[in-house]
Structures are given as structure tokens and as C-alpha cells.
């Protein structure tokens, strides 16, 4: 997600549990292209190797591009990078194709038939259900968080329901149905496809909290449907060809009570944090001191079928509560499914679900609910490079009753405290997660920490000499036997972001090839080409020692080698995120997140275009959050 809430606001982790970050080794508009002289290189798909492609030549083939500070798209010789879609265009929807006004005169009707805006985590499905098309599918994407300076003529003033509408509406997901013709991607409008999920859509709860006295509310009193979702931030397919959404921080959007419990706290719902989205002050429904469990809905991973418009969203409790950055898959063994998830707020945890039953890849509908079901697990990881995945369930590990547990909806309702009791390990904001799919190894993002080594909070170690972490890293590990249902595994470090020549050692990395900070976004591609996209603060971007790494990123990075090349820059006050491919790796989307954000002040309304002006470079515009499409000029396979 954007760094938009930090330095880390609201309550850190509590607990003593010893921070992976102590237990690190540092190991030794519309269209915008760059052509040039183009690079041939026979490679394919069906890749055996992951040090070079399978015919013959490297697996990261293209030449690697300077940092930049432009108000631009950035891509190597020999590619382009074509708008798709933007935050208000119409997505398609046959009920009505409302235009975006420049000026951010757009009602909240209109934007709930409009892309969202703040575009995040993304997938590609192919069209038709269960073909490898690489030209027709659908593009389903996240939606963060509101910016109001963008959102509104005059920002926050006269605050109102209406703008709070508008707001919810501009959140959630989008599902717009694209095809590709002549070389570039166009929107089909109109789709029967085409859907926005957004802060009021009905929505299921299933899972062990569905029903539960905590999920009771004003406007569901029997707990087992909600309303809604937001703060949407990285996210994930399934096996069965469904969209699993995650809400990341969703207690912004609260008005908190003014006596908040512990657990509320844990979860930032407190009068200590600062910053807010200001509904709870026009919307009853998130005022948390009159509707005590309606946040109780929210921080959760939400399943929906996009090839389905009908299809209810559910909140998939099972896999637990929290600031949850994406849900990615991997089979095990048996059949069963695990889904690894980070929390990504400082100090907080890595988890694994595992379904209790095995998928059924020759009736889809057999997997509807199979996320109800299964246990939870959250990583502990040893100094010597050993880990363990410590069971979530009650009664087991201490979560009992007597330590605030009385069932399993509880454990599911609060799982960071429930990896409190068991004693998981503390994580410098684990935020994307990635498998790669000849190896079967796991990667996640370590975006940075900023409160490490303030006071309260873990300091510098030998192991890992960096107080705050302020680049963040990329960690690495195997599950024993090669099954993603073991419960031991191994891990490393596998990148120490940062500059390698940095004159203080605190703060140094050791990136081979092209640097970077903050990595965030993670996708492996089919050839084995890990891309990384990185989330540098507006607060600290191009300032100081950050300067050197310019505007955000995405790089592409060889597992083996760890050299990473930069493949794409963005624009100003941007955040680079939502990577995803067509099946035959010839397009890849990337998603442009808040171009023109000056931290946590947004946009200026009163001139919109101080920083960016990107995608569309209108006089009388504004930036815009914006999907692109990069292709090679010659069409071969993007990143060979």
C-alpha cells in the first residue's frame, strides 16, 4: 500500500516477541513508449531452468533504464506502456457510461459506474472461462483509498453524506472487460461482465466468525451478511478462477470510540491515531463509539466469482483479521490449498492457511466455500535459519479462553493478538507474496520499518544493523519436503534493499544491478522472472539519501543471480503496484497508484496538478490513478 500513514500511526505490537528484522543476515497521456532499436530473443514459456531462458540466453534479456524524477512512464528500448483504463472512466456497465468530469463534478452514482480510484492489487482473467487467452479477458483490480483533494473541487471542506458516497463508492474493486486489437488494449463497453464492488455492496460472512455475537450489528443483527469493502490493497486468484480481495487499513475509515479496548487498539481503532477519512462524521455506520462491532466486518479476505455478476461477495473469516496484503496460493501435496498472506503494519506477522479439503479441479463448484474451512497459521522464524508454522486454533498453543480466546471465531476475529499468545515473529511489514512456479520457493516483500529503534520499539542488532529499516527486504523460504501444508520450513534473506556504495553501513544494501527502496508489489512470471515494485513514501520521496532511487519502480529480478534490472518507472508521487500477465507473458499490466500524492495532505485541490498531471496532461485536469499495458514493439515476451 501507499506509505501514506507513515512514520507507523496508531498502536505497534505490543508484544515481546523477538522481530525477523533481529534475525536477518546481510548476505555478502494516454500512450507513452520508448523505441529503439529492438533486442530479439528467443525464449518461450515452458522454462525447466530459472538462470536463463529456454533458448539459451539470459533470463532477464532487456536492458535495464536510468532512475527518473519525470512526470512520466518510463520503459526500455523496444517497448510501450498504453493507458487501459484510469480512475472515472466508464467501466461498461450497460445500466450507464457516465464521462469523467475534469473538474470532479462526478456524483457518487456516477463513480459507482466508473473505475474506482488509488488502482492496487489486479489479476488477468482469460475469457472464455477456462480457455489461456492471451487477447480477451477480464481485469479485475483493487481500489485503496479515497483521496479527497482529488476526489473533490474543494477537498474536505463542506464535508457532507454525499461526498462520504462518493468516497465509498470510488473504493472496493473493479471488473472491466478488455480485449486486444491492433497491439493495444481496449475496454469492451458495454459488458455483461463489467462490476463494481465498493463500501456498500451486500456482502456474506462465512468461516467460524459468521454469526458470532462480535459480527452482530445494527445493520446485519443476525452477523452473517455485511455491507462493503474497502482499503483494498494487494490481492489474489484461486485455483477454481475466483478474485480474492484484501482489506488493509480499514480503521481509517473509522470514527473511533473514545474507550477503546485493547483489542480495538491492536487493530488502530483509537483516538491516538490521527488520521482519518472522516466518514464516521456523515455516516452513522462507521462512528465505532455508536456501532461498537461494525469494524469488526472489515480486515478481512473477501472471495467473489468475476466471471459471475451475481455472485455475493463473502468475508472469508478463516483466514484471520488483520491488515491483510494480498492472499496467494500454492497446492500442497494432497491436494489441499494454502494461502500466505502478510499483515503489513510494523512488527506484525506472516500467515498460512491451509483448506481442510482438497480443491476439485474438475467441478468448479465444488470449491465454492472451500475457504471456510481449514486451519491458520502464522510464521515463526529461528535465528538459524529454521521456522516453524505455529497452529492458529483454539485451544491449542494457549489460545484458550483464559487468554481471551473462547472459540475459534475469536482467534479468527483477533489474530495478531492470537500470534501474540503463540509467540510469531515480528516482521518489518510483510507486504506481497509470491511463489515461484518451477521451485515451489516463497518470497515476500519487507517494505521497510520505520519505528524500528525509536523508543519502545526494537533496536539494531549485528545481525541486522538497521535502526529505523528504512528500505526494507526481501525474504525467502522453502517448506520442508517441498509441500506448502508442512509446518517447518527454511528461510533466508534474499535481497537487502538499499544503496550497496551507501557511505553508512546502517543503511546499506546489497542489491546486485539496479537499486532500489521499499519493495512492495510481488509477482513471479511463468518464465520465473520475479518483478518488484516499489512503495516509497511521497513523504520521503526523491529527498535526502532517497533521492538517488527516484520515482517508484518495477524491476525485474533473476532468483539465481538476485540481479535486478529496472524495467519501469512512474510518474511523480506515484506508487508502482498490481503487476499481473496474460498467459502467454506478452502483455503486462501495472498499475500507477496516486500519481501526484504529496503524502499524507494528498492531492491539492486547489491545483490538482502541482506534482503530476499524469495520464492525461489536460490544462484542466488532475492526476489520476491509471492501469497501463507494456508490451514489446515486436510483440515477444515482455522482460526477455
Not at 356 to 383: H, I, M, Q, S
Not at 606 to 615: E, F, G, H, Y
Request: proline share 8%.
Amino acid at each position: 500500500m501507499s506509505r501514506f500513514f507513515e512514520p507507523h500511526a496508531g498502536t505497534p505490537n505490543p508484544s515481546d516477541n523477538v522481530s525477523l528484522s533481529e534475525l536477518l543476515d546481510n548476505p555478502g497521456r494516454r500512450t507513452l513508449m520508448t523505441s529503439g532499436s529492438l533486442v530479439a530473443l528467443a525464449s518461450v514459456l515452458s522454462l525447466q531452468g530459472c538462470a536463463t531462458s529456454a533458448g539459451g540466453g539470459p533470463l532477464v534479456g532487456f536492458k535495464g533504464i536510468a532512475a527518473s524524477s519525470e512526470d512520466a512512464v518510463r520503459v526500455p528500448e523496444g517497448y510501450k506502456a498504453d493507458v487501459v483504463v484510469a480512475w472515472g472512466d466508464p467501466i461498461g456497465d450497460a445500466r450507464g457510461m457516465p464521462a469523467f468530469q475534469w473538474n470532479a463534478g462526478n456524483s457518487a452514482e456516477d463513480q459507482e459506474l466508473q473505475s474506482g480510484t488509488h488502482h492496487d492489487g489486479m489479476h488477468f482473467f482469460p475469457l472464455p472461462l477456462g480457455s489461456n487467452s492471451s487477447t480477451h479477458g477480464l481485469l479485475v483490480m483493487n481500489h485503496e483509498y479515497p483521496d479527497n483533494g482529488a476526489l473533490f473541487p474543494d477537498g474536505m471542506a463542506n464535508w457532507s453524506l454525499a461526498k462520504v458516497r462518493k468516497s465509498q463508492a470510488a473504493l472496493g474493486c473493479s471488473v472491466q472487460e478488455i480485449r486486444l486489437v491492433d497491439g493495444r488494449w481496449q475496454l469492451v463497453k458495454p459488458s455483461r461482465y463489467a462490476r463494481r464492488v465498493h463500501a456498500n455492496t451486500p456482502m456474506k460472512i462465512g468461516g467460524p466468525a459468521a454469526g458470532h455475537p462480535m459480527m452482530r450489528t445494527a445493520a446485519s443483527p443476525s452477523g452473517r451478511e455485511a455491507f462493503g469493502t474497502f482499503n483494498n490493497c494487494a490481492s489474489g486468484p484461486t485455483p477454481w478462477g475466483t478474485y480474492l480481495t484484501c482489506e488493509e487499513n480499514f480503521s481509517f475509515h473509522f470514527k473511533a470510540p473514545p474507550d477503546p479496548t485493547a483489542m480495538e487498539e491492536r487493530y488502530e481503532l483509537s483516538p491516538k491515531v490521527r488520521f482519518s477519512f472522516r466518514w464516521g462524521e456523515a455516516d452513522p455506520r462507521f462512528d465505532a463509539s455508536r456501532n461498537r462491532n461494525e469494524p469488526n466486518h472489515f480486515g478481512w479476505v473477501v472471495e467473489f466469482d468475476p466471471y459471475d455478476p451475481t455472485f455475493v461477495p463473502v468475508k472469508r473469516t478463516a483466514l484471520g483479521r488483520c491488515s491483510h496484503e494480498g492472499a496467494t496460493y500454492a497446492i500442497c501435496k494432497d491436494g489441499r490449498v494454502a494461502f500466505y498472506t502478510g499483515d503489513d503494519r510494523a512488527f506484525e506477522y506472516l500467515y498460512k492457511f491451509v483448506t481442510r479439503k482438497p480443491w476439485n479441479p474438475n467441478e468448479r463448484a465444488a470449491n465454492r466455500d472451500l475457504l471456510d474451512e481449514g486451519t491458520l497459521y502464522v510464521a515463526r522464524c529461528n535465528a538459524d535459519g529454521s521456522g516453524e508454522w505455529v497452529e492458529l486454533t483454539h485451544g491449542k498453543n494457549g489460545l484458550t479462553a483464559a487468554n481471551g480466546f473462547d472459540s475459534q471465531a475469536a482467534v479468527a476475529m483477533y489474530a495478531r493478538a492470537a500470534g501474540d499468545t503463540v509467540g510469531a515473529t515480528k516482521m518489518d511489514r510483510p507486504e506481497w507474496v509470491a511463489r515461484h512456479p518451477h521451485t515451489g520457493d516463497m518470497y515476500v516483500t519487507l517494505t521497510n520499518n520505520a519505528s524500528r529503534g525509536r523508543q519502545g520499539s526494537e533496536g539494531a542488532n549485528p545481525a541486522n544493523p538497521r535502526a529505523p529499516n528504512p528500505y526494507g527486504h526481501i525474504m525467502r523460504w522453502t517448506e520442508e519436503g517441498a509441500d506448502h501444508a508442512a509446518t517447518r520450513f527454511r528461510w533466508e534473506t534474499f535481497i537487502l534493499a538499499g544503496d550497496p556504495n551507501h557511505a553508512n553501513p546502517a543503511v546499506r544494501g546489497n542489491i546486485k544491478g539496479d537499486i532500489f527502496a521499499s519493495p512492495d508489489g510481488l509477482f513471479i512470471d511463468p518464465r520465473g522472472v520475479m518483478w518488484v515494485q516499489t512503495d516509497v513514501s511521497p513523504n520521503v520521496l526523491l529527498k535526502d539519501d532517497h533521492a538517488i532511487y527516484g520515482n517508484n519502480q518495477m524491476l525485474a529480478v533473476d532468483p539465481v543471480t538476485r540481479e535486478a534490472k529496472r524495467f519501469l518507472t512512474g510518474p511523480r508521487g506515484c506508487e508502482i503496484t498490481g503487476g499481473c500477465m496474460t498467459p502467454d507473458g506478452r502483455t503486462l499490466f501495472v498499475n500507477l497508484q496516486h500519481p501526484g500524492e504529496r503524502g499524507a495532505l494528498g492531492t491539492d485541490p486547489a491545483n490538482p496538478r502541482s506534482l503530476s498531471n499524469w495520464p492525461d496532461y489536460r490544462p484542466d485536469g488532475r492526476p489520476r490513478s491509471g492501469t497501463v499495458a507494456v508490451r514489446r514493439v515486436d510483440g515477444g515476451i515482455v522482460g526477455s
